[in-house]
């Protein structure tokens, strides 16, 4: 990933390049009709293995293909994602680094004082990706069987059960928030790099239970590795049609999903952005993509949805209502 020059410098260039911006051209130092020249990187601010990485990993192949170039995977972990979007937010506004992000890029400004990027004017959006319904599961051999007994057992045991999670701002510890916060408990949190790693202790039984993505969950629930309680989504998952759905299962108040979406560092070329867009729409439109999301429990957004536009509002939208829900919540991560 290569590193940017100082926020000043750049967004000096941003403003010069938007006056000297002509189709086909970046109007800068570098004509963008070849793009790409080079391998562009996509950065994951998790562990490999994890839900992120997975939709990270079926785009990447059939964008590269739509670009006629190469896309490497990158895992950046850290900080609840927030390691990977700093470093992105500094890389050089060329188009060769591109960050996968969730829904974390829109908490991280109300969880992080000192966050030390700003998601709205450090990054231009390229489209969202997926939304993603979450499960709540725990170790094979825990105690509860269904979400209420689960209500139960966390009050009656808040001292000893564990939540794991991938770090503040992920989705997993969102989740888990709103799970305590329904549940009117304050349980012992346990964060990962990531909810690939997690999962993993989960199933080993090191951890009690978390809420966790079905692009990671789907397979392990299905081969009986895991316990299942809800899907945190308003209707049941075709994958997953046993599961109840929170407010089947008594807890209402528990709806999450996980939208994801692809960033480039502010300044980048318009050219390349809507070039990114372009395959990115493609790639969600490619059949075995479609597939293999329907087998973990989610789908592509629309081609309308996967612009920088929609994604773009969205994610205004988004960091104003998480702004408020982690206010009343009164988190805070550093
Ligand atoms: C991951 O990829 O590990 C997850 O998306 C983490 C999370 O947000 O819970």
Known sequence: MGTRRPRVIAALAAVSLAAACSPGGDGGDGDTTGYPEQNITIVVPFSAGGPTDTVTRMIADPMAEALGGKIVVQNVEGAGGTVAAGQVAQAEPDGYTVLMHHIGMST????????????????????????????????????????????????????????????????????????????????????????????????????????????????????????????????????????PTTTEAGMPQLQVSVWHGLYVPAGTPPEIVQKLSGALQKALADQAVVDQMAELGTAPVTAADATPETHRGHLEEQIETWGKVIADAGVQAS
């Open 108 to 243: 991280a400004p109300a969880l992080y004082k000192d966050l030390g990027y700003q998601p709205l004017e450090d990054f231009a959006t390229v489209g969202l990706v997926t939304e993603v319904p979450m499960t709540v599961v725990a170790r094979p051999d825990f105690p509860p069987a269904t979400l209420a007994d689960l209500t139960t057992y966390v009050k009656a045991n808040q001292d000893k059960v564990t939540l794991a999670n991938a770090g503040r701002g992920a989705a997993s510890h969102l989740c888990g928030l709103l799970f305590q916060s329904a549940a009117g408990v304050k349980l012992q949190e346990v964060p990962y790099q990531g909810t690939g790693p997690a999962l993993t202790d989960l199933v080993g039984g090191q951890v009690d239970f978390m809420c966790d993505q079905t692009t990671n969950t789907s397979g392990q629930i299905t081969a009986g590795k895991i316990k299942a309680y809800a899907v945190t989504t308003p209707e049941r998952v075709k994958s997953l049609p046993d599961v």
